[in-house]
């Protein structure tokens, strides 16, 4: 299957990837507008607002729950955007995650057990 993906547009998703992990939003949302899909994942089934949620970088999650982006997908590791918005202790993630809906009890560990698990307080929207 590989063989069929050109070596540019694998490497154009390595570099999604990285803005998403970066925080460079400008260049990740512009290729977005451009038709990359809002759910690419990694090898690990990480999306792009998996990377950019656990980098904290509430602009980027902003822009790709703008785009469509799945607030409550689960990567290969059950984990959600949100356990690891709480986990990294990125309170403006957490707040753009949850007005966009996200749920607290998705995943495993969920974002509620990961702030238990740690003795942190969930921020409020």
């Known amino acids: 299957m590989t063989d069929d993906i050109s070596a540019d547009a694998i ?3 390595h570099r999604l990837f990285d803005w998403a992990r970066e925080g460079s939003t400008a ?3 512009d290729q977005l507008d451009a038709g990359v899909p809002v759910e690419l994942t990694d090898a690990q089934g990480n999306t792009l607002l998996m990377l950019a949620a656990y980098h904290g970088h509430a602009d980027a999650v902003a822009g790709l729950l703008q785009r469509g982006a799945d ?3 689960i990567n290969d590791r059950g984990q959600t955007p949100l ?3 709480v986990f990294k202790q990125h309170d403006d993630v ?3 995650l ?3 809906g996200a749920d607290l009890d ?3 560990p969920s974002a509620r057990a990961t ?3 740690f003795g942190r307080p969930l921020p409020t929207e």
């Open 106 to 108: 998705a995943g495993t």
């Open 83 to 85: 356990a690891g918005a």
């Open 115 to 117: 702030a238990q698990m």
């Open 27 to 29: 260049l990740l949302l």
């Open 94 to 96: 957490v707040r753009v």
């Open 11 to 13: 490497e154009l998703a």
């Open 98 to 100: 949850l007005a966009a």
């Open 71 to 73: 607030a409550d997908r």
